[in-house]
């Protein structure tokens, strides 16, 4: 493998080109990392199973292509079958080209061709450098020590040395994997002037199988004792391994593979975090640790480690580890690990367990028990108490019972901050030992038949963990027309623009641009109070840091500090009072990013507390504080027809907010440049044009001094708009005032902690309707936390109102929209602009009639579709059609009904695991409200050797437009895509451009440049007639040298949209985006985790100009769907904090998250007049379906309750996470956390809220 300039891989293997070519990447900037993933597993394993493929990836993450398209590019290495095989004819199930070509439509499967891959070769495999490898080998041992500017890095190469390191300086950290040291040095400001590295030593790297175990050293990573005990438990027989097994279980998916590889066995025991998945099994298994100081040796069970401080057992500061014993298991002896994280891989525990049973030889009577808890609280716990207890009995369900109710009376659990969820972390405790009493009790029967009767078969499948697999996809869509020329590649799955540069590592982002001669690295302060006045600002100590150039605040802006879209103001820097956590009161320039990080620390700021602190929904209606205009629509009369129904609910459903969680945080680099105060910012944006418009008015210059340049960004929805300007001028004016280049490229922790996101929204509805199911009557109303400044709120709000009717005519509809102001970061843009939440509850109280009504949730839908060309609440005509179309084609090629059947089977036989299914429509109208909103210009050069240079106003964030603008080209120029070159979008090329939002770049773009194109044809035409044979080039040429200009704009003037918000009516939207989705899930009832099966999603999108990136969008959009429906959830302090900073406590979707089976459909082609070649805009539609995956799951839960009898009603919020799952699976568990009392017996379950 070759490093080049910044993220440049160059891999001999051809996994770069075959990720590219499958479609594998999108904004591209999580490509490396993949390569990197996939690379290392194919030098070590050219044909790796699929199973090493998923793990391999576990650790990765994208937020684009929701990983189907980089798995199909895994796939191809994979030498077994990828198929499901479930068909009697032994087909996979997904393939459906048996009924596919049962119709006229040509359709196609297949998005990428084999063929074009170069050949696998591995004798020209790059090798690992023999000289490299022998000087690595040669090398004198010796100690090596590094000094850096404020650390030292010692790695010895004895023992004995580094014990007398460590007596030298007992409190420095013993460095491995640096994964838990790291972090704190990097996250929680912890410093360590000396670090040693043990890693060499050989004492520390030890296997050794003794008499009754097995001994390894503390240095090993965790991957080698995985494959340790991997080897170990094939070896010996399964009765000594069990404690083999029960560790290995949990490294299965403890991290990733990445961290893994570096992460060392002692650093896990010892950094003796809560959240160790290892302590207590080890724990619990009796394991040993060998510790050693100068001249002393003692060894000290990993249990005693729970009980630090008490006796002998503190690990003393001149202590290290040397080696960790393992014990076999015995006969009569069984062990098991546990493990439920929000996410099932690489994500830390929320709760873990270890628990060993020990009986009298040939009885079920207990002689020695251990249970260790670990995650769910500061410091791990042993259940002590309980064990002593129930030594000596029987292993039945009065011992379970007990052991029940005595965990919970002995381990107390504290809330932590910003952790509410006590009582789940409770019931998974007593849930844990539920399983443990059944895995013990069927091994029991499997030892003596005669005497133990196992366990019911309906509880075995819960024996089983959730498993990652490869999953299948299938993609269909239309094949364009043989008739078109092979050249014309409108409609084609052709391969993103800058695929193989993304992949490569070629593709330039704005941390990758070259630094400018003195350039600036700049690091905001930000304010920790959420609403309070600032008494005064210290940086004297921030000035004095290394390398520190200056601190920027308000007092430095030449002119706006503040803009007025609104009634309330965007304000740059904070000048006398600060409305959130995380705004920017001032701002550090220095030499490198790390001396800026530092002195930023080192700016003290006093404030004094004001009033009110508003962070809740709740909270801003009781002081009454919302952003105007509060939005209503209504159709229909509401209240008569409340009168005349048969039924009437009320409800009320809270959806949380989302981060944006693009992979290229927030990053720009202006640069002056030293004449008439012109400016180039380079900045990851949407809208270049807002970004010169704010800067230039923030530094009071016209906006010709201004240039904003947009290569490509590394992933936005919606996020990069506005505070991306308000972000950029703090850069313009550090470099305004030190005549420097600024960078700025915002950490993950403080994007996440600055940056507003999706906005949580609260909505109470009544709904009147009759028996048989209509929906006659709705009345709602609906609240968004837009948070401190109104951004866009108002007009979510308004979207969130339009977009309410989903797929349903509502004949009496009433709903208000309200815009809350609160003190948390302003809420903003992000895919879907309030539909996804709007929609979700639409679909709620769909459900829940059909709840109330005994009808089926999809009947229920049925009968309150849009049937007929008929107006929408806003009395906007709408053809529903291809609604139907896709309703019904997606209830086939999903074989709705007879999985319903097979689901209910599945049920029946499976008590605490239980399947679920939903099928939803969707309409999403398209559309931005405002003509020059959606206007657009595009500029085509044609130079004189032939070749064209094409820009447009549009952004690359992923979503393919400039692959699209060029496919566009090709076709109006009628030559080959490879002549035509896509530069950067600047607004020098393109003024006045609106931001690529909503939908609409490829529409509007499209339409530009086709429109420039055909200027263009039109100058050539009088040539081309005569020269009808002439080449492309001979008729350039000819054009130059008759004068005849060869550059063009195009321009669209925008889409006829208004609204009349004081009638209620208008024509806000163009055309209309229709979809249905199918999903079926499985959970685990007892932990709340579950699994995503099966997805199929048929899509209206016109005539797709390129399949791949079109199907790319769905699948992406699905995914970060199902991410805000059940997975994604933040978490603040009373104070307004962010707790979840980072991808270690936000969890978005990975791979093990993707359905096992995952298809997707495009409609056959519908005519659509209003965009370019009759295509739909797709890049957000996809993303409410993902809530087929919330219903599906609420399916699930309804099974669990209609059998256990409880309540029918029960009300679910979103994110659906396991913790709501298991509290509405309600059990004798659950019934416990009221009381800590098992009210009967737990073999049966439990009601707690019996209707
Ligand atoms: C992204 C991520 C995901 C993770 N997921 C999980 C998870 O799911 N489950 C889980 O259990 N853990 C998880 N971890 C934690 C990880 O397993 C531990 O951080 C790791 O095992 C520590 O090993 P290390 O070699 O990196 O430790 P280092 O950071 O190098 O050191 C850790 C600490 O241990 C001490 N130490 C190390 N070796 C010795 C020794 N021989 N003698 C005395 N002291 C020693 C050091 O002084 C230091 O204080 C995760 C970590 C990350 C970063
Ligand atoms: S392509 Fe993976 S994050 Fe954008």
Redesign the pocket.
């Known amino acids: 493998m070759e490093m080049s300039a910044g993220r440049s891989v160059v891999c001999g293997i051809s996994f770069q080109e075959r990720l590219a070519k499958c479609h594998g ?7 490396p990392g993949m390569v990197m993933s996939i690379y290392a597993l194919l030098r070590n394993h050219p044909e790796p199973t699929s199973e090493q493929m998923i793990a391999a990836l576990a650790g990765n993450l ?4 929701g990983y189907r398209p980089i798995l199909d590019a895994c796939k191809t290495f994979c030498k077994e079958s990828i198929c499901c095989q479930r068909k009697a004819n032994g087909k996979c199930c997904l393939n459906q080209e048996d009924n596919l070509f049962d119709n006229e439509e040509k359709v196609s499967t297949s998005l990428f061709s084999a063929d074009e891959f170069q050949p696998l070769d591995p004798t020209q495999e790059l090798i690992f450098p023999p000289e490299l490898m022998r000087m690595a080998e040669n090398q004198p041992k010796r100690t090596l020590v590094f000094r850096g500017e404020r650390v030292t890095w010692i790695s010895p190469v004895s023992l004995d040395e580094l014990l007398d390191l460590k007596a030298t300086y007992p409190k420095a950290p013993l460095v491995v994997g640096n994964t838990s040291v790291g972090p704190d040095m990097k996250f929680r400001g912890v410093f360590h002037p000396v670090l040693i590295a043990p890693a060499r030593i050989p004492d520390l790297n030890v296997l050794k199988y003794t008499n009754d175990g097995l001994t390894l050293g503390a240095a090993c990573s965790l991957s080698l004792v995985k494959d340790i005990l991997t080897n170990a438990i094939a070896k010996f027989p399964e009765e000594k391994t069990r404690v083999f097994c029960a560790v290995l279980q949990q490294l299965r998916t403890l991290g990733g593979e990445q961290i893994r590889n570096v992460a060392s066995f002692g650093g896990n025991i010892i950094s003796r975090k809560s959240t160790s998945d290892l302590n207590p099994v080890l724990a619990a298994s009796n394991c040993m640790l060998n510790l050693a100081s100068k001249g002393q040796r003692r060894q000290i069970a990993v249990s005693d480690i729970f009980a630090d401080g008490v006796g002998n057992n503190t690990i003393t500061p001149e202590e290290i580890l040397v080696s960790i014993h393992i014990p076999y298991s015995r006969r009569g002896e069984y062990v098991s690990a546990f493990r439920q994280a929000p996410r099932r891989e690489n994500a830390l525990p929320i709760t873990n367990a270890g628990m060993r049973v020990l009986f009298e030889e040939g009885t079920d009577i207990i002689k020695d028990l251990s249970i260790f808890y670990g995650g769910a609280v500061s410091t791990r716990v042993c259940a002590k108490q309980t064990c002593w207890t129930l030594t000596g009995r029987h292993w039945n369900e009065q011992m379970l019972d007990e052991a029940c109710r005595l965990v919970l009376k002995e381990i107390a659990l504290p809330g932590s901050a910003g952790d509410e969820n006590v009582d789940y972390k409770k019931t998974l405790m007593v849930s844990f030992f539920y399983r443990f009493f059944l895995e013990v009790s069927q091994s029991l029967k499997t030892m003596d038949p005669c005497h133990y009767p196992g366990i019911p078969v309906e509880y075995g499948s819960v024996l089983q963990d959730f498993k990652t697999r490869m999953p299948q996809s299938i993609q269909i869509y239309q094949d364009v027309d043989p008739s078109q020329s092979p050249q014309d590649p409108v409609g084609r799955p052709v391969m993103h623009q800058s695929g193989i540069k ?1 992949a490569t590592g070629e593709a330039v982002y704005i941390d990758d641009l070259p630094s400018v001669d003195g350039e600036l690295f700049l690091a905001p302060v930000t304010s920790s109070r959420a609403h309070a006045k600032i008494v005064s600002i210290d940086t004297s100590e921030a000035l004095k840091g290394a390398g520190v150039f200056d601190v920027i605040t308000a007092h430095d802006v030449p002119a706006a500090n503040e803009f007025h879209f609104s009634d309330d103001p965007e304000i740059i820097f904070a000048k006398n009072e600060v409305i959130c956590v995380g705004q920017i009161v001032c701002a550090v320039v220095a030499d490198s990013y790390v001396h800026a990080k530092q002195a930023a620390a080192k700016v003290k700021i006093e404030y004094e507390m004001l009033e009110p602190v508003i962070l809740t929904i709740e909270e801003a209606i009781k002081h009454n504080s919302f952003f105007e205009p509060k939005r209503k629509l209504e159709q229909g009369n509401v209240d008569e027809a409340f009168e005349t129904v048969d039924n009437i609910i009320e409800g009320e459903i809270c959806i949380g907010g989302q981060k944006h969680f693009y ?1 290229e945080t927030q990053s720009m680099l202006v640069v002056p440049k030293g004449e008439d105060k012109e400016m180039d910012l380079y900045v990851s944006t949407q809208h270049p044009a807002v970004i010169q418009e704010i800067v230039a008015a923030s530094l009071g210059v016209p906006a010709n001094r201004i240039m904003c340049h947009v290569k490509r960004v ?2 936005a929805f919606g996020g990069k708009i506005l505070r991306t300007g308000l972000l950029a001028s703090v850069a313009a004016v550090a470099a305004n005032k030190t005549s420097r280049a600024v960078r700025l490229i915002l950490s993950r922790e403080d994007d996440m902690v600055i940056m507003g996101g999706r906005h949580p929204f609260m909505a109470k509805y009544k709904v009147g309707f009759m028996n048989d199911g209509r929906i006659t009557a709705v009345d709602a109303i609906y609240y968004i936390n837009g948070g401190c400044t109104p951004d866009e709120s108002v007009l979510v709000a308004e979207v969130s109102l339009l977009k309410m009717d989903n797929a349903y005519k509502i004949p009496n509809l009433r709903c208000w929209a309200y815009a809350c102001k609160t003190n948390l970061p302003s809420n903003i843009a992000f895919r879907g602009f309030g539909f996804p939440q709007s929609g979700l509850v639409t679909e709620t109280w769909i459900t829940d009639v059909a709840d109330k009504t005994g009808l089926s949730p999809e009947k229920i839908r049925e009968i309150n579709m849009y049937k007929k060309s008929e107006q929408t609440h806003f009395k906007q005509t709408l053809d529903p059609q291809n609604l139907i179309r896709c309703w019904n084609e997606c209830m086939e090629k999903s074989a709705y009904y007879s999985r319903r059947t097979a689901i209910n089977e599945f049920n029946k036989q499976n008590y605490w695991k239980k399947r679920g299914i939903a099928i939803v429509p969707m309409k999403f109208p398209f559309g931005l409200g405002t003509p020059y909103l959606s206007q657009a210009a595009a500029l085509v050069h044609i130079y004189t050797d032939g070749s064209v240079l094409l820009t447009h106003g549009g952004i690359e964030m ?1 979503q393919g437009i400039h692959t699209k603008m060029i496919q566009v080209a090709s076709r109006e120029l009628n030559i080959p895509m490879s002549r035509i070159h896509f530069c950067e979008t600047s607004t020098t090329t393109v003024p006045n451009a609106c931001a690529s939002v909503g939908s609409a770049g490829t529409d509007v773009n499209g339409m530009a440049v086709k429109d420039a194109c055909q200027t263009l044809l039109k100058r050539l035409q009088p040539i081309i007639e005569k020269n009808p044979t002439g080449t492309w080039n001979d008729w350039i040429r000819e054009a130059f040298k008759q004068s005849v200009s060869l550059s063009a704009t195009g321009y669209f003037r925008g889409y006829n949209e208004y609204m009349d918000w004081e009638k209620g009516e208008g024509h806000p939207f163009t055309y209309f985006i229709f979809g249905a989705a199918c999903s079926e899930v499985e959970i685990n009832c007892l932990t709340g985790d579950h699994k995503n099966l099966r997805t199929d999603i048929v899509m209206d999108i016109g005539c797709s100009i390129n399949p791949a990136v079109d199907i790319g969008q769905i699948e992406g959009a699905f995914v970060q769907g199902v991410g805000l429906y059940t997975m994604e959830e933040l978490k603040y302090s009373s104070e307004g904090v962010l707790y979840t900073r980072g991808p270690d406590q936000y969890k978005i979707p990975a791979v093990c998250d993707i359905p096992e089976q995952f298809s997707v459909s495009l409609l056959s082609p519908s005519q659509n007049p209003y965009a370019i070649y009759a295509s739909k805009g797709i890049g957000e539609a996809g993303f409410f379906l993902g809530c087929s995956v919330f219903f599906a799951l609420r399916d699930a839960v309804t099974g669990v309750r209609n059998e256990r009898e409880l309540k029918k009603t029960f009300a679910l919020n979103s994110p659906l996470t396991a913790e709501q799952i298991r509290a509405n699976c309600a059990d004798a568990f659950t019934g416990m956390m009221a009381n800590n009392e098992a009210s009967s017996s737990l073999g049966h379950i439990c009601v707690d809220d019996k209707p």
């Open positions: 990447s999108q904004c591209g900037f999580c490509t994208c937020r684009c292509t993304h992979m590394g992933g992923g």
